[in-house]
C-alpha cells in the first residue's frame, strides 16, 4: 500500500482534485463530490485535510467499502504524519460544547430517577430531570429534536392524544394482566416497538447496538432504519441470539438495482421484513437543524445561545442540515402499481408500508396486499400540518374499520405515556413505535436505558389495563375509549 | 413483661432477625417485611431501631394488636434506653421542613380570612392566603396533592364544571331557602359530605376526628377511609352524639375472611353503610408523591426545592409513594355477579359503589341492587383520563337518566364552589362529596376548619339557589343547566 | 336646636345609646342599628364619634331626612367642638392611598389620549395608559370592578362578543352614516344608554350628576340606580332640559309601602321609565370587594398590596363588602303574577325587567307585558356562571325570534367596542347598556369624560356601519353576523 | 423664475397665507390646507417652512404637478437660503430613532440568515432573527405593521389557517414538480402575487421599485397601490421589460372625472387590471398608529417606548394616523350596479374586486361579470371581526362552489408558509396575495429581499406539494385538506 504525508494530500484541496484522510487513511473522492447525498460543501470543507471527526459518527463502518471504487483508497498515510494528526488532535483544545456535554454527562441523575418517557425525552429547559438532550452535543440535540417548519405537526401528533378520554370498567377481574402481544407474527412483551430512526451514534459511541441489545433483554422488536449509523451486519450481529427479530426500514434508492441490493444484503442478514418509507422522499424545512451551525458558533464564541438572536455573520444558510443529505438518492416516482410488486419480486419477507397519512391511502396498501402499514407522518419531521397519526387512526376506525381487520396497523408519533399506547389500542392499533425517546435513552444510559424506558412503559400499561378492566391486549376495544367534544388541557412535554 | 437495652435491638437489624421499637415497646417484625402493605424496605430502614416516629402518623392505634401476633410483642424497653432515647429526641435538631412548617403555622392568617375553598385548598405558590398546604409536612403535602401521572383527570375534574353554565330563573319567591337533604335516608344540612380520605393525622395530630366533629358540628355526613390514620373505633367515638351517622369506604382485602372482618367491625360501631371502593386496586403512578424524598432530602441540603431538577443522586426510585402502600391488598378480582352479593351475606348496611367511571357500569350497579353510587376517579389520583365525574353524570342524564331514579348517586371530585355543587344536583346528583379541602382544613385549622370550609359552602349554595329561583334542592333541574359548546376560562385552582 | 360637645357624644358609644356626628349634627341612630342595610358594624365603628367621612360619599344628601325619624336629629355641636373636629381633621396625615390618588390624579393623561373603551375602563396592571382605575380610592376601586366568584360570568361576558364574527357587504352606498335611534320612544344619538350603577360619588364629587350632564351633552340616554349617591332630585336637578329623559332602575323594597313611596317620588320627579332589578336580590360573592379592607390595610403599612398574600391579621371577614348593604331590603318572593301587576296599579310609567337570564323568562316578560326587558347578569357581580347575555340575545334569535318583535330587548355587560354593540343590534338588540365604563369616564375625568366615552363608541359604530355596508340601524340584520365554531383570540380587557 | 428667502417664506405661516419649501422651491398651498387628504394639521405643522424631510418619503414625485396648479409653485429659494437649510440639517442631531435604525442596518443579519417568511416578518421583540421591524422607523413601522381595533381579524386571518390540516398521498410519481400557474391569464413562477400596499418608500428609498424589480427576477405578478409613493409612470419605469405584467388597485375617487383620469393614466402607462379597493372605504381605527407620535416622543425624551404607559402630555389624539389621509376621498357610494358598468365604460382592462368577505358579495361579483375577486379583508387593518379570507373561502367551496368555476378567486391575509399557500389552493383560490411581507423585505434587504423571499416560499410549496403527492398545481383538490374540529396551536407568528 502507498504512503503518504500531509503535505501531499495538502495539494488535492479542490474539485479537480479531492482528497482526503480518514482514520489514517488516504482516499481520492474527486469523482464523489458531487453525489455526497449531504452535499458538496461538506466534503470541501475538508479536501486534502482529515476528515476522521466528521465523518466517523456519521457512516457506518463500511461505507467506504460500499460507494467508493477500490481504486479510490489511495493508501496509508506515513507514519511521521500519522503522529503529527494525533498530536494535533491532543493538542486541540476542547470545544465549549465538548466541555458542556462532559460536565452534563458527570451530572446526569441516575436512571432510577427517570420515572416517565418525559424525563429521559425532556428538553433543555424544561423540569423535570433532563437529561439526553443536556448530554447531546448541539448538533446532534437539533438533528434529533427538530421538526418540520413551525414544529405543528410534532406538536399535534402528542395532543391528539389528550383529547381521547377512558371509560374505565370496574368490578372485572384483573390479576394478572398480561401486555404481551405479536406482530408479523412475532412476540413481544409490550404492544411497544423501537421505530427506525437515524444516527444513533450521534448521541452514544455504540449507537444502534445499544437498541438492538435493550430490545433483546426486555423483550420488545425494534426496527433499524436505512439510515443506522452502524452497518446492518453490525446491527444484526448486536443481537442477543440469532432468533432475535429485526425488521428494516428501507428508503427505496432511485436506481432499482442499488435498491434490491440493499433488501436483499437484510434479508440474507437475517432481518424479517421490509418497512418501506414512503412519507419523507424529499428533504423537508428543520429550522432548529438548519440553524444549528449559527447557534452552534455562538454558542463557541460567547457560551450561550440566544435562540432566534443569533449574532452569526457569514453567508447563506443551507436549508440541508443533518437531515437533508439521507435522503437526497429516494426514488420520488414510487406507485402502488409498480412498487410493491416489485419488492415482491426482489424478496420473500412480508412489506409493512410506512408514513400513512390519510384513510383513502391505508385502503389503497390493503389493496396492495401490504402485511402491515405504519400510520405516521415521520414524526411531525416531513410536512407540517399533516394529520396526527391518532386521528387518522380515529378516522379508519370511524370511516374504514375493516382495514383494521385486514391488516396489521401500526402507529408511532407523540407517544409518552402508556394510557397513549392503550388508547391507540382501543381504536384498533396493534403495536405503537417511539423513535425519539429510545434515542435520547440509548444517547443518555446506553442499553440499560432502553431497558428502563420499556419498564417504565410496561408498568403503566400494566396499570392502566388494569384499571380499565382488561387482562389481555385483545380485551382492549372501541368502547373503552371516547374522543371528547372539549379541549382538554395538554399534558407539559 | 420482659425488658430490654438498646444494644439488644440493635442486634436484630437483618430480615433474619428484625425487632423494632414502637413507643418504647420492642416488637419482633421478622415474619411482617414482606407482607408489610407500604413494602419491605420502609421497615429495614429502621431494623434495630426506634421506629415511632415514622410508624404514628400513619398507623391507627390498634394496628400492632390487630395485625401482629401477640407472641411478638416482646416487651418494653428498660428504663435507662426509654431515658437515652428521649434524650436524643431532644438533642435531635430540627429538619429545615420542620422548621419551616413551624413557622408557617406561627403565621397562618386567621380562619375568618379564609373566604372561599381555594383558599383553604391554594397550592404553594398560587395566591390568594395559602394556608394548608405551607403548613404541611412536605411529605404529607405530596401525599394530599398528588395525582395521576401528568394529573390531567384531576385538572379536568374541576375544569368539567367551568363548561356549565346557568339559566337562572327569576321572579321566583325565594324568600327562606333551604338546601338541606338527606343521604340514605340521613339528614345532611347541605348537599356536602366528607369524602373518604386516607391519614388525616399526617396533617393534624387529631386527623379524621377533627373531621367527624366538625360534620357533627355543622350537621354534615362522613364517610371515613379504610386507611383511616384512627382506628375506626376511634373515629367511632369521636362522635358528636351516638345518633351521628358514619359511613365507611371499604377497600376490599383479597382474603374475604379479612374483608368480612372488617365489615362486621364497623357494622358494630355503627357505621351506616358501606362504600365499596372499586376504582383504586391497583398502585397508581403519582409522580409528586413518588418524587418527595428526593425533593424533601435537596431541601433540607439546600434550602430550597427547585421542583424537576433534583440532584439527589441516590439510586432507584421506589414508585410505591406514601399511597401505593395503602392499596397492596386490595380484591383484584372482585365482580357484579361475586362480591355484591357476598358483601350482602356479610352485613345488612346499604351498599354504595364508589369509583363508577362511565355509564355502562352505573347501569349495571343499578341492577346490582346497589343502594347508590359515587361517580368518582379517585380524585384523579388513580388513572389519568378518566372521564371527569361531571362529564360521566351528564352523559347518565343524557343517555340513561332511568339511573338517576333508581339510585342515589353522588359525586366526587373537582368540587369547588356552591355553583358546582348545584350544577351536579341540577343534572340528578344527590350529593356532593369533597376530600382534599377537608383533609387542608383539618390539617391547618382542625375542627374549626371543617365547620368553617362548610360554612362558607352553605353561603355559596344558598345564594346561588336564591339567585336561580329555588328554594329547595328538589326544584334543581336540569332546564337550569346548560353544556355551553365554547370554551370558557377556567378559574384559577 | 339643642347643642352637644365631642365628650356628650361620646358616652353614646354602645348599642344601648348609639350617637353619631355627621355635618357637625348630631344624631341617635340607636334604633336604625340593626336595620341599617349596610350591617350594623359599619356604624358601631363610628359610636359616639364623627363619621361624616365614611357617610357622605355613599349616602344621598336626603337619607338622613328619608329614613332617620325627626325626633332623632338631636341637634348640631357646639362650636368649640365643630372647631376641634376641623382641627383634628387638618391634623391627620394624609393615608398612603389618599397621596396616591392625588398623584395618580395629577398624572393623569389629557383625556385626548383615551381612544377606546379598553383606555377608560383598563385595569391597574395592564397596558395601555391606565387612568380611571389608577385615580381611584382602593375601596372605590374595589366596589367598582368587583365580580363574583372566580368571575367567570364578568370575563365570558365579553368573551361572547368575540365569538361573533360579520360578514361585511361591500358596493353599498354608506355616505352619510346615521346611529340614531330610539329607546321606549325617546331619541338617543347612538344606540348606546347609561346602565345604572351604584354610588358614583365614590369616584368623583359630582357622582352622578355628571353622568346626566354628559348624556345630555351627547344626546343620549341614562338608567339612574336605586341607589344613586345623589338622591333622586339631585339627579333629575342636574338634567340640561326638562325634557333629557331619566329613566329609574328599581330595587324593589320589600315593603310594598316604600316600594310604592319610591317609584311615586321619581315619577313626579319627572323620570320615564322604571327597570325592575330582578337579578340582584342577594347579596352575592364579589372577592375583591371583601378584601379591600385588608389589602388596604397592608397598603397603608406596607406601601403595596400582594394581591393574595396579605399579612393582615385581624378577625373574621365580613362577606358584605360595600355592595352588599345595598340590597338587603329587596324583596324576594316578587313573582310575574304579583309583581308586574302591582307596579302597574303604582304608576303609568313603561315597565321593564332588567336581568333576564334566560329565554323562558324573556318569553314571560313579553306574556307579563313588559315594555321592553334587559339581557343582564348584572355585569358578572351577582350568579357566577350565569349565561353571557350575548349568548341568551342569541338563543332568542334562535329559538324565540317573536320576543324581539314584541318587547324591546336591551342588553349589558362585557361592552368595549363599537363592534360590540353592532353584533348585538344585528341580532335583534334595539339599545346597548354600560355601566362600569362610565363611572371610571365620570371618576377620572368627570361630565367630559362621559362625553368623550360617547365620542369613542360614536366613531367606532359609524365606521363599523359603513364597513358592514348599512346606513341606518335598521338595517343591521342577523345575516351580517356569524357565531364562530372555533375558539377566537380574545381581547385583552 | 422668481427666488425669496427663507424669512420671505416665513411670513406666510398661517391659514390665509401659507406657503412651504420642498426640495428648495417655494409653492403657496393655502388653498390646498383643507383639502389635504392627511389633514390640516400636519401642513400647518411646516407652514411658512422647508416641508421637504416629511413630504418626500410620502409622496409621489408627480404629486405637486398634479394637484397643485402651476401658479402655485412660486418659485425657488435663493442661494444664501438654500446654503442656510443645507448647513441647518447638516447641524441638527440625530434623532434617537434615527441613530436606533442606522445601528440596526448596520447590525442587520446576511439575507441568507432568513429562512422563513417569519424570520422577514418578525415583531420587535419577537425572536427569531428580526430584521424588517427594527430597521424601520417607527412611524413607519406603526404604519405597516399596525391592524383595526384589537388585532383580531388581523390574527385570525393567519391563525385561520392552522384549522386546515392535509391528508397526505403516498406512492404518487412526483419528481419534477411545477408550481407555475396563470393570474388573469399572465404566467407566474409560484402562485404567489405582490398585494399592493401602499408607501414602500417609507421602508426604503426605491420603494416600489424594489417590488417590481423583484418580481421580474422572481417570475412573479405584482399589483401596485393607488397610494404607491412612487408614481405610477416610476413604477412601471422600473420594470424588467415592457412585457411585465402591472396590476393596478384603485381607490375609487369620489370625483368621476378624477378616478377616470387615474385608469386611464394606468391603462396607457400599460398596466394590465384594475383591482378596484371596496373594504378601506373609510379611515380605520389603527391604534399603533394612532399612537406612534406619543410614543415617538417618549423614545425621544426617555431612550425607551413603554407601550400603553406613554407620559406624553399634550393635548388631543387625531385619530387619522398615517392611515387615515390615505383614503379621505373615496367614493362611498359605490354599487354593484353604477360602479361595475362605470368602470367598464372607461377601460377595456378586466375588473377584479378587492375585499369580499362574504360569500353573498363573491357571488354578487360574479353576476357583475368581474374577471376575478380578492377574498381580503385588508389584512386585518379595516373592520376587526371580519371573518378571515380563508374562512370565507371555505364558506365558498361549502355553499358555492360555482363561484370558484366561474372567476378567479384570490386570497390574501395572513399567509407565511408554503403549506398556507397550497391550502388555499386546495380549497379553490388561484392565487395568494402577500403584502406586508413583500414591505418588510424591501425595506430590510432592497431587491435581492423580494426575491429571497419568493425563493423560500417557492422552495417549501415544491417541497408541500410533492410531500401531498401533487406535481402540478391543477392537481391540488379539497380532498387533500380536512378543516379539524379541534384547537390546534397556532405557530408563533
Request: glycine letters at 8%.
Amino acid at each position: 500500500m502507498s504512503t503518504f504525508t500531509l503535505a501531499q494530500v495538502a495539494e488535492h484541496d479542490n474539485t479537480s482534485s479531492c482528497w482526503v484522510i480518514i482514520r489514517n487513511k488516504v482516499y481520492d473522492v474527486t469523482d464523489f463530490i458531487f453525489n455526497h447525498p449531504g452535499g458538496p460543501q461538506v466534503i470541501m470543507d475538508y479536501a486534502g485535510q482529515d476528515a476522521t471527526a466528521a465523518f466517523v459518527p456519521i457512516h457506518p463502518s463500511d461505507t467506504l467499502d460500499k460507494y467508493l471504487p477500490r481504486e479510490k483508497h489511495l493508501g496509508a498515510l506515513d507514519e511521521g504524519s500519522t503522529r503529527e494528526l494525533r498530536a494535533a488532535s491532543r493538542n486541540k483544545g476542547k470545544s465549549r460544547d465538548e466541555l458542556r456535554v462532559e460536565e452534563a454527562v458527570k451530572d446526569k441523575p441516575p436512571l432510577g430517577r427517570m420515572i416517565n418517557v418525559q424525563d429521559i425525552e425532556a428538553s433543555f429547559t424544561s423540569c423535570p430531570p433532563e437529561t439526553a438532550k443536556e448530554i447531546l452535543p448541539y448538533k446532534a440535540m437539533a438533528y434529533y429534536a427538530s421538526a418540520a417548519d413551525d414544529s405543528i405537526s410534532y406538536s399535534e401528533n402528542a395532543r391528539a392524544f389528550s383529547r381521547f378520554f377512558f371509560h374505565p370498567r370496574v368490578m372485572k377481574a384483573v390479576s394478572g394482566v398480561d401486555p404481551s402481544t405479536t406482530m408479523l407474527g412475532y412476540k413481544t412483551s409490550i404492544p411497544i416497538y423501537i421505530s427506525g430512526s437515524a444516527l444513533a451514534r450521534l448521541g452514544h459511541p455504540l449507537g444502534e447496538a445499544n437498541l438492538t441489545r435493550g430490545a433483546y433483554k426486555s423483550g420488545i422488536l425494534q426496527m433499524v432504519s436505512s439510515n443506522s449509523s452502524l452497518s446492518y451486519t453490525q446491527v444484526a450481529g448486536a443481537r442477543g441470539s440469532s432468533e432475535q427479530p429485526l425488521f428494516f426500514q428501507l428508503y427505496k434508492h432511485k436506481n432499482d438495482d442499488i435498491a434490491a441490493r440493499c433488501i436483499r444484503e437484510v434479508e440474507e442478514l437475517g432481518y424479517k421484513a421490509i418497512f418501506l418509507t414512503v412519507d419523507a422522499l424529499v428533504p423537508s424545512n428543520r429550522e432548529l437543524d438548519t440553524r444549528a451551525p449559527h447557534y452552534l458558533e455562538e454558542y463557541e464564541n460567547q457560551g450561550k445561545i440566544i435562540h432566534g438572536k443569533s449574532t452569526y455573520k457569514s453567508g447563506d444558510v443551507s436549508i440541508l442540515g443533518t437531515a437533508g443529505g439521507l435522503i437526497v438518492n429516494n426514488d420520488l416516482d414510487m406507485t402502488w402499481e409498480k412498487t410493491i410488486p416489485w419488492i415482491r419480486s426482489v424478496t420473500k419477507l412480508p412489506i409493512v408500508v410506512k408514513g400513512i397519512q390519510c384513510v383513502a391511502d391505508a385502503v389503497l396498501a390493503v389493496e396492495a396486499g401490504c402485511e402491515g402499514i405504519v400510520l405516521s407522518n415521520h414524526g411531525g419531521r416531513q410536512l407540517d400540518y399533516s394529520l396526527p397519526p391518532m386521528e387518522v387512526l380515529y378516522k379508519i376506525r370511524c370511516e374504514r374499520p375493516d382495514v383494521l381487520e385486514k391488516t396489521e396497523v401500526y402507529i408511532d408519533g407523540g407517544v409518552h405515556r402508556g394510557t397513549d399506547v392503550l388508547k391507540a389500542l382501543c381504536l384498533g392499533a396493534r403495536m405503537v413505535g417511539l423513535g425519539r425517546a429510545f434515542l435520547y435513552a440509548q444517547s443518555a444510559y446506553g442499553e440499560a436505558g432502553v431497558v428502563h424506558l420499556v419498564r417504565i412503559l410496561e408498568r403503566e400499561i400494566k396499570f392502566a389495563m388494569a384499571s380499565l378492566g382488561v387482562r389481555t391486549v385483545d380485551q382492549l376495544a372501541p368502547e373503552l375509549v371516547e374522543r371528547v367534544d372539549w379541549q382538554p388541557l395538554s399534558p407539559k412535554l
